[in-house]
C-alpha cells in the first residue's frame, strides 16, 4: 500500500506522522486490496475557534475510492474519528465480499462449514436440499418409511414446506 501524509496550512511533526501510520496500519486487517492511502491534516480558524481536519482517501482495486472528513478540536481525535468512519466502510466492504449474501463462492463457504467445529457435535455435513414437486403427507410418509434417514423436508400441497420425523418410540411426527 503506498501512503502519502500531507499537512496543509499545518507543519507535520513525526509523532504526528507515526500517529497516522499506525492508524493506517490497522486498515490493514480487513484483507482488502487497498492501493493508495492518503491523509490530509489541516488546521482551521473560523471566528477565532482552532481546529483541526482530517481527511483520509483509500484507493482500493476494482472499487471507487473512500473519503473521509473529520473535524475536531483536538488532531488526535480528529483522526481517530476519520479512522473509525473508514474502518466502518471497509469492514462492510469486507462483509459483501467474504459473507454468503455477498459474493462469496459457494464452494469455499461450503469448504468452511466443513471445517468448524461445534462443541457436542461431531461432524456436520452440508447438503443441498432437492426441491420436489408438492407432495401428500402420505406420499411423505412412504418415502421417510421407506429410507434409513430420521426426517424428510417436503413442499405440501398447500406450499407449506413441512417436515416429518421419526420419534424415539417408533411413532412420526410432523411439522
Known sequence: MN???????????EPIKNYIQDAFDTLGKYNLDIISARCVVGADEKQGKKGFSAEFSLNM????TIVVRQKDKDLYAAIDLAIEKASKVLRREHDKKFTVKGKADDKEFRSRIGE???EGVEEIVPMELEIYKPLEVEEALDKLKSSDKQFYVFNDVDAKMRVIYKRTDGTFGLY
Open 116 to 118: 468448524e467445529k461445534i
Open 61 to 64: 482495486a476494482h472499487k471507487d
Open 3 to 13: 501512503i502519502s501524509i500531507v499537512g496543509k496550512q499545518f507543519e507535520l511533526t
